[in-house]
C-alpha cells in the first residue's frame, strides 16, 4: 500500500507560497509524476480558474466551491485516470473549510495520495483562518514558509491597510471584491503601528 502525506505549508503574504507551489507542479511535470492543482475560490467572479503568482506565472487549476467534496471529486479523477493521482497541490489552503480539510485528509489516507496546502496561517486580524486551524490539527507534516519585515524580523501577521496606509481592526475576514490591500509586517511593528495610529487619532480628535 501506498503511503501519503498531508503537508502544510504556510506563510505571510508575500511569501513566495504560490511561486513554490508552481516551481513544485513545473519540477513534477518534468519527472511525469501526476498532480492536481486546485484552489477554493473566494470570489465567484473571478473569470479564469488560474493559480497565479505575483512574479508573473500562472497555471490552469480546478476551482473548489465553498460545497465541493474534494474526496468525491479525487475519487471521479482516479475513476477517469483509471489510477490514482500522486500529488495535489492546494492554494489558498485558509479558505478551504474544516469538512475539505478532513476530506484532503482522507483522500491521503485511502489512495495513498500526497497533499501540499499552501496557505495563510492567521487573517489580518491575528486570527486562525478555518482551513488554517484544521490543517495545523491533522496535518502530518508543517513547514513555515518565512519572509522578512522590514524592519528585518520575520513576519507573522498580514495587516490590512487601507488609503492611508493606516492598519485596520475591524472588518469581515474575507472581503468579496474589496480593493483592500495587505501588508505583512512582524508582530512588534503591527503593535507599534497600531499604538502610533491611536496616538495620531487622539491628537486630532
Ligand atoms: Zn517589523
Redo the contacts with the bound molecule.
Keep these: 500500500m501506498r503511503k501519503g502525506k498531508l503537508y502544510f505549508r504556510y506563510g505571510t503574504m508575500g511569501s513566495a507560497k504560490t511561486a513554490i507551489l508552481l516551481a513544485t507542479a513545473y519540477n513534477f511535470e518534468e519527472r511525469n509524476l501526476s498532480f492536481l492543482c486546485l484552489k477554493p475560490i473566494v470570489d465567484t467572479r473571478e473569470a479564469t480558474s488560474v493559480i497565479r503568482s505575483r512574479i508573473g506565472i500562472e497555471r490552469p487549476c480546478e476551482w473548489i466551491y465553498a460545497d465541493t467534496n474534494v474526496y468525491e471529486l479525487a475519487q471521479e479523477k482516479h475513476e477517469a485516470l483509471g489510477g490514482i493521482i500522486d500529488w495535489y497541490l492546494v492554494d489558498e489552503a485558509q479558505f478551504l473549510t474544516e469538512a475539505q480539510v478532513d476530506q484532503f485528509a482522507r483522500i491521503v489516507d485511502d489512495f495513498g495520495s500526497n497533499v501540499i496546502c499552501y496557505g495563510l496561517r492567521t487573517d489580518f486580524q491575528s486570527h486562525l483562518f478555518e482551513g488554517s486551524r484544521r490543517l495545523f490539527e491533522l496535518a502530518d507534516t508543517i513547514d513555515e514558509i518565512k519572509s522578512t ?3 528585518g ?1 520575520k513576519t507573522i501577521i498580514n495587516a490590512r491597510i487601507d488609503a492611508n496606509g493606516d492598519f485596520v481592526s475591524k472588518g469581515a475576514q474575507v472581503e468579496i471584491g474589496g480593493d483592500e490591500r495587505y501588508v505583512a ?2 508582530r ?2 503591527w503593535r507599534n503601528k497600531r499604538i502610533e495610529q491611536a496616538q495620531r487619532q487622539s491628537l486630532f480628535k
Excluded: G, R
Aim: net charge positive; hydrophobic share 10%.
Design positions: 519585515c522590514n524592519c524580523h509586517v512582524c512588534k511593528c
